[in-house]
Nanobody, 122 residues
Framework: QVQLVESGGGLVQAGGSLRLSCAAS????????MAWFRQVRGKEREFVGC????????SYADSVKGRFTISRDNEKNMAYLQMNSLKPEDAATYYC???????????????WGKGTQVIVSS
């Protein structure tokens, strides 16, 4: 079993950067695909990106490709989302998720954090 806690959200100006962290408890972190999703109130949860168990493969939504980078440290049970060149439309609550398969569907992920809010001022 793994439990996830996100941190690092906050207020940033458009064009700025933030690094989100996802701390995982439990001994099985390296067994999971890790992903980041985001959600604006009233809208569906949106895939941001995911990273393979060994961190050798990543996949991103087109809307963030080239600006966001996902990484993980299996020794520390941590996953990260580096967000650069932030835009107002990136503002959302960001969630990290763990699952058995690489997927862009939120239903594929079995563990979720409670989220961290990102606000981007224009």
């Amino acid at each position: 079993q793994v439990q996830l806690v996100e941190s690092g959200g906050g207020l940033v100006q458009a064009g700025g950067s933030l690094r989100l962290s996802c701390a995982a408890s439990g001994r099985t972190f390296s067994n999971y695909i890790m992903a980041w999703f985001r959600q604006v109130r009233g809208k569906e949860r949106e895939f941001v990106g995911c990273i393979s168990r060994s961190a050798d493969t990543t996949s991103y939504a087109d809307s963030v490709k080239g600006r966001f980078t996902i990484s993980r440290d299996n020794e520390k049970n941590m996953a990260y989302l580096q967000m650069n060149s932030l835009k107002p439309e990136d503002a959302a609550t960001y969630y990290c998720a763990a699952g058995p398969n690489s997927s862009r569907r939120s239903s594929s992920y079995v563990k979720w954090g409670k989220g961290t809010q990102v606000i981007v001022s224009s």
